[in-house]
């Protein structure tokens, strides 16, 4: 069995040599888990010697795609704690939606290795970090796609929901108010996700402690359409008692 040090010099040798490589392909040739060769990718990552993003591992020195940079790994690695809470309430076997966004790509990124799940996703990048996953049915919504954000909405995404229903739904938003409900920036989003909750049978919200108290341009839904949030310590302890007292369960990480 090789040691820490070798796997590591085999990794920065094969990513060297090929310029990228997928995780599948790493796990097989070195006989380990998916989820080892992802903790070895992001060590060799902080110190600099690769770039990793959507199931793969990049030379240091290829230029990275534009739409691959989109996203800083210091800012879905800070929503790991809210990640991790999110994975552990997946079920073998559950069909699941992810919405788009960074805390949906680090949902994604941790999602157990020994679970087979379908998941459908608004987001290329959430599409694009679990190709690797042979357990993981995933289906991209089609439609308009929103550059920023790299999330398809629109009509063609909502007509592709037709006939689907999910265990549980996973969504990002911009804004919690427990009077008005869930907002968002942009419409079309706002629009794709109601549809999501209308067929989903459990709805968990990750948000951090800013998204509280605030309401943006779309309304999505009531507070009362939603099962669960999940957030962090920053949260006013007024606004988690009183989604508590309205039956929504609140996960603090």
């Not at 990718?41 to 020195?61: M, P, T, V």
């Amino acid at each position: 069995m090789m040691t820490l040090v070798e796997r590591h010099q085999n990794i920065l040798d094969r990513v060297r040599r090929d310029q990228r490589v997928r995780i599948a392909q790493l796990s097989r040739e070195l006989a380990v888990s998916s989820v080892t060769i992802r903790k070895d990718l992001r060590l060799l990552e902080q110190k600099n010697l690769i770039y990793r993003r959507g199931g793969q591992a990049f030379a240091k020195q290829e230029p990275v795609p534009s739409f691959i940079q989109q996203v800083e790994r210091k800012d879905v690695d800070g929503y790991a704690g809210l990640a991790f809470a999110a994975a552990g309430l997946l079920a073998q076997g559950d069909s699941i939606m992810v919405a788009a966004g960074r805390s949906m790509l680090a949902l994604a990124e941790r999602i157990p290795e020994a679970l087979t799940l379908t998941v459908v996703t608004s987001s290329l990048e959430v599409a694009l970090s679990l190709l690797d996953r042979s357990s993981v049915e995933t289906m991209q919504l089609p439609g308009l796609v929103n550059r920023s954000g790299m999330a398809a909405s629109g009509s063609y995404a909502l007509n592709a929901l037709q006939g689907m229903f999910f265990d549980k739904c996973f969504l990002n938003v911009d804004g919690i108010d427990p009077r008005y409900g869930l907002t968002m920036d942009c419409y079309h989003h706002a629009e794709l996700s109601k549809e999501v909750i209308r067929l989903s049978k459990s709805v968990i919200v990750l948000a951090d402690s800013s998204q509280f108290g605030k309401r943006t341009f779309s309304r999505i839904v009531g507070i009362d359409k939603v099962d669960q949030v999940i957030t962090d310590s920053g949260i006013d302890r007024k606004i988690a008692a009183r989604l508590t007292m309205l039956g929504i369960t609140v996960t603090i990480v």
